[in-house]
C-alpha cells in the first residue's frame, strides 16, 4: 500500500515539474539569496504567482497578508514563506472527497463527459472507465459526439484498450438517443457506470449547448435522476481560457466538477487554484501524463506538495 502511494505522489510530482519550476523553484531562487521582503521582493513574488495563473485576487490577497505578517513578525525568513504560501493556497481548495464521483443510489451512475474540443475528452473518458473497471465496476460507454470526424472510432480504440462495452451509432446521428440507449443498456445489462462523450462544445456556440441540454431531458426521461454527475475537462495549457469555460459551462450545464488535463504540458498549474475560488467547483481529476494511470483523483495535499517539492531532496 505504501508503495503504491509514493508511486502515486512520485507521479504527480513529476506531472506538475513545470509548475513547480515556475513557482516553487522560483520562490527558492528568490529567497534562497538572504534577501529581506522589501518591495521588490513583492513584487517578484506577485509576478510569479501570475505566471502560475493563480489569479489576481488570490495573489493580491497573499501579498498584503504577507505584508502584515512580516510586520508583525511571524514571518521571519524563508521557509516561513513557504509554509505560509502552501497553506494559503491549500486553503483554497476542497478537503478529499469519501468518493470521486456520487453514485446513484439504485441503478446505473451515470456522468456527462462535456468540454470544448482538444480539451482531452476522449482520453479521459478511456481512462476513466479503466479506472473504474479495474475497482470492479461494469462500464458501459456512450459515443454521443457524433459530429467530429473519427471521434466514435477513437473513442471505441479507448473502449477496447479499457475492456469495456461502447454504445455507439453512425457519424451525424442524434447524440441524445445514443446516450438514451446507452442508459437502456445500462438496466438491461445491470452495469454499475455509464460514461456518456459529447461533442466538444465551442463555449460560444448557443445550439450546441441547447443539445447538451437535450440530451439531460432524454435520458432523465428513462432515469429521471441522471446523469449523476456532469464533469467538465478542461485543457490546463489554456490558462485563463480554461477558467472562462468553466464559468460558461458551469452556468449552462449544472457541472458538478472538473477534470484538468494536460498539467505536466504547463506551467499554470496553479489554475487549479483560480478555478476553485472563483467557481466552487472541485476539481475531481488530474491528468499528469499519456499513460492510463496518468489520470489521478485530486489530492489537494499532493497537489501542493509537489508544486513546492525541492527537486534536491
Not at 508511486?7 to 506531472?15: F, N, P, Q, T, V
Not at 449552462?252 to 484538468?260: C, D
Not at 498549474?269 to 489520470?295: H, N, Q, S
Amino acid at each position: 500500500m505504501f508503495k503504491a502511494i509514493g508511486r502515486l505522489l512520485s507521479r504527480i510530482k513529476e506531472g506538475l515539474a513545470k509548475t513547480r519550476s515556475a513557482v516553487g523553484g522560483a520562490l527558492r531562487r528568490l529567497i534562497g539569496v538572504g534577501r529581506s521582503i522589501d518591495r521588490a521582493f513583492l513584487e517578484q513574488l506577485e509576478d510569479t504567482l501570475l505566471q502560475a495563473d493563480i489569479g489576481v485576487a488570490k495573489s493580491e490577497e497573499i501579498i498584503a497578508e504577507l505584508k502584515t505578517r512580516y510586520r508583525d513578525g511571524e514571518i521571519a525568513k524563508g521557509e516561513d514563506l513557504l509554509d505560509f504560501l502552501k497553506k494559503s493556497l491549500r486553503a483554497e481548495l476542497q478537503p478529499p472527497q469519501d468518493s470521486e464521483i456520487t453514485w446513484a443510489a439504485e441503478g446505473p451512475t451515470v456522468v456527462l463527459i462535456v468540454g470544448v474540443n482538444g480539451a482531452g475528452k476522449t482520453t479521459t473518458i478511456g481512462k476513466l472507465a479503466k479506472r473504474f473497471k479495474d475497482q470492479g465496476k461494469q462500464v458501459l460507454i456512450a459515443a454521443g459526439d457524433t459530429y467530429r470526424a473519427a471521434a466514435i472510432e477513437q473513442l471505441s480504440i479507448w473502449a477496447t484498450r479499457a475492456g469495456v462495452e461502447i454504445i455507439k451509432t453512425h457519424d451525424g446521428a442524434d447524440a441524445a438517443a445514443v446516450a438514451f440507449d446507452a442508459v437502456v443498456a445500462a438496466q438491461s445489462r445491470g452495469a454499475d457506470l455509464v460514461l456518456i462523450d459529447t461533442a466538444g462544445r465551442l463555449h460560444n456556440k448557443e445550439h450546441l449547448m441547447r443539445e447538451l441540454e437535450k440530451i439531460r431531458r432524454v435520458i432523465q426521461k428513462r432515469l429521471p435522476t441522471a446523469p449523476h454527475e456532469t464533469l467538465l475537462v478542461l485543457d490546463a495549457t489554456a490558462g485563463q481560457n480554461a477558467v472562462q469555460q468553466a464559468k460558461v459551462f458551469g452556468d449552462s450545464m449544472g457541472v458538478t466538477g472538473l477534470v484538468l488535463t494536460k498539467l505536466d504540458g504547463t506551467a499554470k498549474g496553479g489554475v487549479a487554484i483560480t478555478i476553485r475560488r472563483e467557481l466552487g467547483l472541485p476539481v475531481r481529476y488530474i491528468g499528469v501524463g499519456e499513460t492510463m494511470e496518468d489520470l489521478q483523483p485530486f489530492d489537494p495535499d499532493a497537489y501542493i506538495e509537489a508544486i513546492f517539492a525541492d527537486d534536491a531532496t
